[in-house]
């Protein structure tokens, strides 16, 4: 079992900037891949950012590429995601997951094994 948690979210102004985090627990060390996914009422769950825990390797969708950073601290057994020129457009509600499978599960929200809670990131002009 792996338990994940985000915290960061919240209200900024276009053009601000969030960082949001996800700590794991549990049996964490059996991650393989980290995602970020939004989500907006009435739409599916979108994967923005990945990353392959062991290489670094990380992939984003076009629509945040250039804007969002991911990244991780093995440490702290986090997760983060910062985000620039924040637009209200990606105001959604945002969840970390993870896959245990050792194949790259990229930007497939049906390939992630465990879901944070998620937490709200709301953009106005």
């Known amino acids: 079992q792996v338990q994940l948690v985000e915290s960061g979210g919240g209200s900024v102004q276009a053009g601000g900037s969030l960082r949001l985090s996800c700590t794991a627990s549990?049996?964490?060390?059996?991650?393989?891949?980290m995602g970020w996914f939004r989500q907006a009422p009435g739409k599916e769950r979108e994967g923005i950012a990945a990353m392959l825990i062991a290489s670094g390797y990380t992939a984003y969708a076009d629509s945040v590429k250039g804007r969002f950073t991911i990244s991780q601290d093995n440490a702290k057994k986090t997760v983060a995601m910062q985000m620039n020129s924040l637009k209200p457009e990606d105001s959604d509600v945002y969840y970390c997951?993870?896959?245990?499978?050792?194949?790259?599960?990229?930007?497939?929200?049906?390939?992630?094994?465990?879901w944070g809670q998620g937490t709200q990131v709301t953009v106005y002009s």
């Open positions: 549990g049996n964490s060390y059996s991650s393989k891949v």
């Open positions: 997951a993870a896959s245990l499978s050792p194949q790259w599960a990229g930007l497939d929200r049906n390939k992630y094994d465990y």
